[in-house]
């Protein structure tokens, strides 16, 4: 289950295709926005970001694997 931080968290990746992005509009630093979106990989058994950096369109690439987005539904 995620907790209302890490929920937004992962519905602002799936807007906007970017940790970093996200991170400025929860007010937090780049580097502190990678770190919560590793946390929240390692808090479950696999992965539900798939991160990649430098994606075309302004995002970095970073988006929910379907675990993740199941997570969101739940």
Known sequence: MLGPGRADLLDGIR??????????????????????????????????VAMSKGASGGGDGTRPRAFGAQRLAT
């Open 15 to 48: 807007d906007t295709g970017s940790g970093p992005v996200v991170g400025r509009h929860m007010d937090t630093r780049n580097p502190r926005a990678w770190n919560r979106v590793d946390a929240l990989n390692r808090s479950f058994r696999q992965s539900i």
